[in-house]
C-alpha cells in the first residue's frame, strides 16, 4: 500500500481513538508504532520504540518542563497566587464585574511564574471562586473567567506550549517567551475589558465590589514583591541572555522554594505535595512527547508532511488565505483533542507548509499557543472547564461552558489581530536579539 494511503489511515484511526476516549500520549505511540511497523519491519520498529523514549526524556532542553512546573507548584504552596488576588482585588475589584477582573489578573501574574493553564486556572479559581460566590456573581461569568483567564498560563512566559513548540520546531526557546510577553498582556486586557463590557450592560451578573483606601492598595503591593523578583529574574536574565531557559528554570525553582521557606510554609507535606503534582503534570507531558516522537517517525516515513508542504505551496492562493484555513483546522481539532497533544500531533505536519509560506516561525509558535489555550476552553474536551467544574462542583458544565463563550470569541478576535499585525508578536524578539 502506497506510504502517504498508510499515513492518512493512521491519522484518521488516531482520531477516532482519541474520540473515543483513549488517553493521546498512547494513542499516538500505539498508531505510530503499528504504521511504523507496517512500513518497515517489526524489527525495525522495535528498534524505533526502545530508543524515542530514551531520547525525548533524556534532553537537555526538556529539563526546563519540570523546573518550571516545579517552579509553580512551588510559588503556589509559598501562597504567592492568594496574594496576587489580593492586590488585584483592592486596586479592580470596585469597578463592574471586578471580582472577575481581578481573577484573570491574578491568572496574569500567576501565569508569569507557572507555565501550565491547567496549574493556573486550578489555583486561582480555589481562591477567586469562593469570593464571587459570596457577592452573588453570575457562576457563567464567574467560572468562565477563571477558566479563561487560566489559558494564560501557556502564553505568559514560562511556557511549556513555548518549549514544546521550540523542541519540535529547533526555534529559540528564549524568543518564544519574549515574544508571548506583549500578545499575553493584551489578551489579559482583551478579557478584562469583555467582563467589564457584560457586566456594565448588566451589572447583576457581575457586582461591584468594595472600595479600598489608598494606603490599603498600597500595603497590598508587598505582597507580591516576591513574583516580581521571580519573573523580572528569570524572563529578564533569559531576554538580555545572561542565561539559557535551562538555567533560568533552575534559577526561578530555586528563587520560589527560597520564598517558600522565607514565608514559613516549606513544610514537609507542601514539600511532598510539590514535587508529587510536579511528578504527576511532567509525566503527562512526557508521555505524550514521547508519543509524538514515535508517531513522527510514522508521519516521516509516509512522506506525508513533505507532500503536504508540497501541494500547498503550489496553490493558486495568497499565503494569508491558506493560513485561514490552517488556523480553521485546529479549531476543529481544539474540539477533540487537548492542547498539549494538538501542538506535538501538528507541527511536525505544518510546520513545513508555513515556512515555506514565508510566515515567521516565532510569530506561528505564538498563534499556535494562542490557538492551544483556545481548545482548553472548546468543548467537548475543553480541559480548563474541567478544572473548574473540579473546583466549583455545584456549577453544571454546561454552565461553565455559556460562560467561556464570550472569552473564546474574544480569542478568535485575537488570533485575527495576531494574522493581520504580526509585530505584536515579533517586536520584543526583535530589540533583544
Not at 511504523?36 to 530508543?51: P, Q
Not at 489578573?105 to 501565569?111: K, L, P
Not at 513545513?352 to 489555550?373: C, N, Q
Not at 474541567?386 to 455545584?394: E, L, N, P, T
Request: aromatic share 12%; hydrophobic share 55%.
Amino acid at each position: 500500500m502506497d506510504p502517504i494511503i498508510v499515513g492518512i489511515i493512521g491519522i484518521v484511526v488516531l482520531l477516532v481513538l482519541i474520540i473515543i476516549g483513549m488517553p493521546i500520549g498512547f494513542v499516538m505511540c500505539l498508531v505510530g508504532f503499528g504504521g511504523y511497523a507496517y512500513l518497515t519491519s517489526f524489527k525495525a520498529a522495535l528498534g524505533m520504540l526502545k530508543m524515542v523514549p530514551f531520547e525525548a526524556c533524556s534532553s537537555y532542553t526538556l529539563s526546563v518542563v519540570p523546573l518550571f512546573i516545579l517552579m509553580g507548584y512551588f510559588a503556589f504552596y509559598s501562597g504567592l497566587s492568594r496574594d496576587l488576588f489580593n492586590v488585584f482585588y483592592r486596586w479592580l475589584g470596585f469597578v463592574p464585574g471586578g471580582l472577575a477582573i481581578a481573577s484573570i489578573g491574578g491568572c496574569a501574574g500567576f501565569a508569569s511564574i507557572c507555565g501550565a493553564s491547567p496549574a493556573t486556572a486550578a489555583t486561582m479559581g480555589t481562591i477567586v471562586i469562593p469570593e464571587m460566590k459570596k457577592y452573588k456573581y453570575d457562576m457563567g461569568l464567574a467560572t468562565g473567567s477563571v477558566a479563561a483567564g487560566g489559558t494564560l498560563g501557556i502564553l505568559i512566559p514560562p511556557s511549556v506550549g513555548f518549549i514544546l513548540y521550540g523542541v519540535i520546531s529547533e526555534n529559540s526557546i528564549r524568543e518564544l517567551f519574549v515574544a508571548g510577553i506583549v500578545p499575553g498582556l493584551l489578551l489579559a486586557s482583551l478579557f478584562m475589558l469583555t467582563i467589564y463590557i457584560i457586566a456594565k450592560i448588566n451589572p447583576e451578573k457581575g457586582p461591584a465590589g468594595p472600595k479600598f483606601s489608598l494606603k490599603e492598595k498600597v500595603e497590598a503591593l508587598k505582597g507580591v514583591w516576591g513574583i516580581v523578583l521571580l519573573f523580572v529574574g528569570v524572563i529578564g536574565g533569559m531576554m538580555f541572555g545572561l542565561f539559557t531557559p535551562t538555567e533560568a528554570a533552575a534559577i526561578g525553582a530555586f528563587g520560589a522554594l527560597l520564598f517558600m521557606v522565607f514565608r514559613g510554609q516549606c513544610t514537609f507535606e507542601n514539600l511532598r505535595n510539590c514535587l508529587f503534582d510536579t511528578g504527576r503534570t511532567t509525566a503527562m507531558v512526557f508521555i505524550i512527547m514521547i508519543g509524538a516522537f514515535i508517531f513522527g517517525y510514522f508521519l516521516a516515513i509516509t512522506r506525508i508532511p513533505a507532500t503536504l508542504t508540497e501541494v500547498i505551496s503550489a496553490l493558486p492562493l495568497p499565503p494569508t488565505v491558506i493560513m485561514i484555513g490552517i488556523i480553521a483546522l485546529y479549531l476543529v481539532l481544539g474540539c477533540i483533542m487537548d492542547a498539549i497533544g494538538m501542538i506535538l500531533l501538528t507541527i511536525p505536519i505544518f510546520y513545513p507548509v508555513v515556512i515555506s509560506l514565508g510566515f515567521d516561525p516565532i510569530w506561528f509558535g505564538v498563534l499556535v499557543v494562542v490557538i492551544m489555550e483556545q481548545a482548553l476552553i472548546t468543548p467537548p474536551v475543553g480541559l480548563n472547564v474541567y478544572i473548574i467544574h473540579g473546583v466549583a462542583k455545584d456549577v453544571p458544565l454546561e454552565t461553565i461552558f455559556k460562560g467561556v463563550l464570550p472569552f473564546w470569541i474574544v480569542m478568535l478576535f485575537f488570533i485575527a489581530i495576531l494574522l493581520v499585525f504580526p509585530d505584536i508578536a515579533l517586536f520584543l524578539p526583535s530589540i533583544t536579539r
